[in-house]
Every structure is written in C-alpha cells, then in structure tokens.
C-alpha cells in the first residue's frame, strides 16, 4: 500500500513537472517554431515513447520485476537494511554512474541500432525525452535495478526519491530551461546546454551523462559550450524513423 502511495505521489510530481517545462518551451520563439512544425507522427512518435516510460515502464517494473522477485525469492523482500540516505545515494549516484556506462556503450557499435532514435529529433524539448526503439527500455540499467532494489530495500523512502529526482532531471535536461545549470553547485548536474550538445549535429560521443555531468569531466568525455548548437538529430525520415522504433534499425 505505502509503495502504491509514493509511487502515485511520485507520477503526480512528474507529470506537473512535465507540463510545466512542455509548457515554459512555448516562450522561447525558435522552440515554439521548431515544435509546431513537426509532423503529426512524429507527434504520435514521441507520445508512444513517453507513454511507455511513464506508464509502462513503471508497470513492468512493479508487475514483473517486483511480483516476480515476490513469488521466486519472497524471503528476500525487505531483506536490506540500510539508512534512507545511503538508499538516496546508491539511487541517485551510483545507479547514475552505471547509467553513464550503459549510456555509453549504446553510442557503440552494435548497441548504436537501439538508441539512434533518442538522437533522431531535430528539435530539443522535453517530448523527446522518451523517444527510444520500443525494445530499447529493456537494455536501461535502471529499468532492472529500481524494481530490485524497492523489492530489496526494507525502508525504500531515500531510494525512491532517488529515483523520482533522476526522473524530474530527465525530464529538465531535455526541457532547454535553466541555464542557471552552468553555475556551481547546478553545474555538477547534466545541465540542458550539456545534454543538447550530446544531440547536436556538430559534436559526437559527448556528454553521457544523466544526473551528474561529473562522470563525464572524470572520462574525458565532456565537451563545454556556453550556446546551444544550431542543428539537432539525425535528420531521419519519417518511415525510418518508425522503422526504428520497432526493428531498431537504423
Ligand atoms: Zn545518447
Ligand atoms: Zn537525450
């Protein structure tokens, strides 16, 4: 019951953050633009995206990942004790820093074919937040260990929150607001400006990271720009890019 309550808090925050920052997007002139000039299935593309991350994402995660772990080792539920706040940061940091790798190893080679379609938008706003091929959610690490771990962990509290802040910073390194997120202590974040640079045209394999940009500077992976670049995504054609979406093929 208290899982059900903190998860329907936590959807509550998230979709009022969401509206929030699609909303803030329409007072910059160039994103309004960009957004009202996007086709109808590209609209259609990047609601199914976000209704699978947001619906049923956390339905695989509590229905198969939660009542399966239930059923096969239910001796083990609740089974780690551990402070609120080390469950704050082994969400919050160290499953982010698997994530940078994860991340990563989906620029490369074979792995590339199913997260294309994340940099296939031509415009930077929160809709692509969740624009992945359908069979991508299941290679996110996080995917797997958040159902684990709420599973596992007696006091889920810290972990939980842990997770609906990765959620709320998602959703604002996608959003184009905030450039506040170049300051200290925000620029230990994946500011907006980061994560645009890893979608843009011009600079490649930059800026993996999800919450922290810090896993980036310590891999030589990060790339500083203070303006967002001119041109964004793949330029993919429609077909392919619904193509991708169920193959994974670019
Ligand atoms: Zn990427
Ligand atoms: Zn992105």
């Known amino acids: 019951m208290d899982l059900?309550?903190?998860?329907?808090?936590?959807?509550?925050?998230?979709?009022?953050?969401f509206w929030l920052a699609a909303g803030l997007v329409f007072f910059n002139r160039d994103t309004r633009r960009e957004m009202l000039a996007r086709p109808l299935s590209i609209w259609i593309l990047d609601l199914v995206g976000l209704t699978i991350h947001g619906v049923l994402v956390p339905v695989f995660q509590y229905y198969i990942i939660f009542k399966s772990m239930?059923?096969?080792?239910?001796?083990?539920?609740?089974?780690?004790?551990?402070?609120?706040?080390?469950?704050?940061?082994?969400?919050?940091?160290?499953?982010?820093?698997?994530y940078y790798w994860n991340h990563r190893?989906?620029?490369?080679?074979?792995?590339?074919?199913?997260?294309?379609?994340?940099?296939?938008?031509?415009?930077?706003?929160v809709f692509t937040t969740s624009r992945n091929s359908a069979i991508t959610t299941l290679l996110i690490v996080y995917i797997w260990m958040n159902g684990a771990c709420i599973f596992l962990i007696q006091d889920r509290g810290g972990f939980a929150l842990g997770v609906l802040l990765s959620n709320l910073l998602d959703l604002w390194r996608h959003s184009r607001i905030g450039f506040w997120g170049r300051f200290f202590p925000f620029s230990i974040f994946c500011s907006p400006i980061d994560h645009s640079w890893h979608h843009s045209r011009e600079?490649?394999?930059?800026?993996?990271?999800?919450?922290?940009?810090?896993?980036?500077?310590?891999?030589?992976?990060?790339?500083?720009?203070?303006?967002?670049?001119?041109?964004?995504?793949?330029?993919?054609?429609?077909?392919?890019?619904?193509?991708s979406f169920w193959k994974g093929m670019p």
């Open 4 to 17: 059900e309550l903190s998860q329907a808090t936590k959807y509550i925050f998230i979709v009022a953050i």
């Open 70 to 98: 239930d059923y096969l080792v239910p001796e083990y539920r609740s089974s780690i004790v551990i402070h609120p706040t080390v469950g704050f940061l082994f969400s919050f940091v160290f499953i982010d820093y698997l």
């Open 105 to 125: 190893i989906l620029h490369t080679g074979f792995f590339w074919r199913f997260h294309h379609l994340h940099h296939s938008g031509e415009s930077f706003d």
């Open 203 to 243: 600079v490649y394999g930059r800026n993996f990271g999800g919450n922290f940009i810090i896993w980036d500077k310590i891999h030589g992976t990060y790339y500083a720009n203070r303006e967002l670049p001119k041109k964004f995504g793949l330029a993919l054609p429609t077909e392919t890019i619904w193509r």
